[in-house]
């Protein structure tokens, strides 16, 4: 009889327990499944022949990794952050010299690159035609921010004319709505209120560029920025649509001056597009920008400290841009398919940042730019490309050298890189 009892015990207290177990793995499993994993990486060798510096020396980049951190709180609320480690990232140590007199103490800068958060934000999740967004945001400008992992793009870097115009990655803080309309998420669109740029780094090679704030520790809000996308959505990742910009940037300024009372309002517009197959893709953009007051901004930025470190060049007044890009798959001509393919991709970007100048400001032809861009991506599998690239850039005007000869105006790099992407969903 006690056996019989001790058995029932047994089973019984074994149901339990693996009730128990099995009920605490599958609340773990619940949690981990509210977290997302995104990244992605580039790693790039560049070969320099450069007219316009003869002493610029080959390189290798580790140019950057991206980490997407994704949290649902609910299934209306998601919690979304970047994380960028740029040119293998920064840190310093401390080491003991030995050989100093009293044995001393060293701090040492390991690394030059940068690590940052690029994007800190909330999305509430309404309806598929509204939803909200607040924190530090990404700005959806052009087909950079659209094709933004490394494997969406043929070249080692993003197109020419967007990286020398805009924000490489524009984030800003604010608030976004955004929603797709229509059957089957025809249309979508992007809307931004945020904090505006800062006139103190506009210049002459990159317009408005180097306007954003992202290297102090707090941004300045006394001007605000509006922007907004509209998108018709074609099949895989393609689209055609436009996106817009508007703000002040003279009240941002790193301290107050004379301009703070002058309009140094930001405007710009693009037509952007995007069309990708099994076997070709093809993507191109124009981009055209107004700055008010341009020619009292230069005057003003002439006068900057150094401590500042910016370029305190003039700054135009218009600027124009716009580039077409397409590839082919040649493995696709290949009867037996696999997922490995081989794109063959050639390029052409042009761009003025000193398209249209105001006052005495002098348009100066050197950086009206033109960069013809050919070379091949071997996708290993979908998710590990092998790049490869030869540009020509040239620009409107011969260099001069420190003794004042002429010595040509293409800058010609051979580039040789990898990249990758991966999810954990």
């Known amino acids: 009889m006690f056996s019989k009892y001790s058995l029932l015990f047994i089973l019984v207290f074994s149901f339990f327990g693996y009730a128990q177990v099995d009920s605490t793995y599958i609340k773990k499993l619940q949690k981990l499944q509210k977290f997302q ?9 560049y070969n320099f022949d450069w007219d316009t510096d003869l ?25 979304k952050t970047e994380i960028e480690f740029e040119h293998g990232g920064t840190g310093v140590t401390m080491e003991l010299d030995k050989f100093e007199e009293f044995g001393e103490f060293e701090t040492e800068l390991e690394a030059g690159g940068e690590v940052k958060i690029d994007q800190l934000n909330i999305l509430f999740k309404y309806k598929p035609w509204l939803n909200f967004r607040a924190g530090r945001v990404r700005l959806y400008i052009g087909n950079a921010s659209k094709l933004d992992v490394s494997t969406d793009y043929f070249t080692g870097q993003r197109s020419s004319m967007e990286s020398a115009l805009l924000p490489n990655g524009w984030y800003e803080n604010g608030i976004e709505l955004l929603g797709d309309l229509g059957k089957n998420k025809t249309f979508s669109y992007k809307a931004y209120l945020v904090n505006g740029l800062s006139s103190t780094g506009f210049t002459s090679a990159n317009w408005i560029k180097r306007g954003h704030q992202q290297r102090f520790e707090t941004i300045n809000a006394e001007n605000l920025a509006i922007a907004g996308r509209f998108d018709y959505n074609l099949p895989n990742k393609g689209y055609i649509g436009i996106s817009g910009y508007h703000g002040g940037s003279n009240k941002n300024r790193t301290k107050p001056d004379r301009l703070e009372n002058v309009n ?10 995007n069309m990708e197959q099994k076997n070709w893709k093809l993507n191109g953009m124009v981009l055209y920008g107004n700055l008010q007051n341009s020619d009292k901004i230069s005057s003003a930025n002439r006068n900057l400290p ?4 910016v370029k305190r060049t003039p700054v135009a007044k218009n600027a124009l841009g716009y580039y077409i890009e397409g590839g082919y798959d040649l493995l696709s001509l290949n009867k037996k398919r696999t997922n490995r393919q081989l794109f063959l991709f050639g390029r052409y970007d042009y761009y003025d940042s000193m398209y249209k100048t105001k006052g005495v400001i002098l348009d100066s032809p050197r950086w009206e730019r033109s960069v013809i861009t050919f070379g091949a991506n071997y996708f290993i599998t979908p998710h590990v490309v092998l790049k490869t690239h030869y540009a020509i850039n040239s620009l409107g005007a011969n260099t001069v050298d420190r003794n004042g000869n002429l010595i040509g105006n293409k800058e010609r790099t051979f580039l040789i890189g990898m990249a990758f992407d991966f999810s954990t969903k």
């Open 264 to 273: 140094g309002a930001v405007s710009l517009a693009d037509f952007h597009f």
């Open 37 to 45: 994993l995104k990244a992605y990486g580039v790693v790039n060798y």
């Open 306 to 309: 150094n401590a500042l470190n």
């Open 55 to 79: 002493d610029r020396r080959n390189a290798f980049d580790t140019e950057r990794l991206n980490i997407y951190l994704y949290y649902d709180f609910t299934d209306k609320i998601q919690f």
